[in-house]
């Protein structure tokens, strides 16, 4: 089995800043890709950034150029730095990953999600 453990939200004024971590453990293989969603209340859950392994960074567009991905592919975990934060960014931040193990050749694993709240 595949666990992914999110760190580092938290409540942040505006302008301000936050980085999150999500570290996977467990029976792993390969990890293909790994990336982050949100989900604001009342709203479907979105897309914020991704990093496919050997691939390029994709951002969704409210957050190009203050956001940024990274991966430390010693540690199985994944980063997101978030910079001039805005009270449109509150939102339950969910580490998502498609991961190779013994037992399927392409599993998605979802974390259980941190909440970012931006608020003066």
């Known amino acids: 089995q595949v666990q992914l453990v999110e760190s580092g939200g938290g409540l942040v004024q505006p302008g301000g800043s936050l980085r999150l971590s999500c570290a996977a453990s467990?029976?792993?293989?390969?990890?293909?890709?790994m990336g982050w969603y949100r989900q604001a209340p009342g709203k479907l859950r979105e897309l914020v950034a991704t990093f496919p392994s050997g691939g390029s960074t994709i951002y969704a567009d409210s957050v190009k150029g203050r956001f940024t991905i990274s991966r430390d592919n010693a540690k199985n975990t994944v980063y997101l730095q978030m910079n001039s934060l805005k009270p449109e960014d509150t939102a339950v931040y969910y580490c998502?990953?498609?991961?190779?193990?013994?037992?399927?050749?392409?599993?998605?694993?979802w974390g259980q999600g941190t909440q970012v709240t931006v608020s003066s």
């Open positions: 998502n990953a498609g991961i190779s193990t013994r037992v399927a050749a392409w599993g998605v694993y």
């Open positions: 467990g029976s792993i293989i390969r990890i293909n890709i």
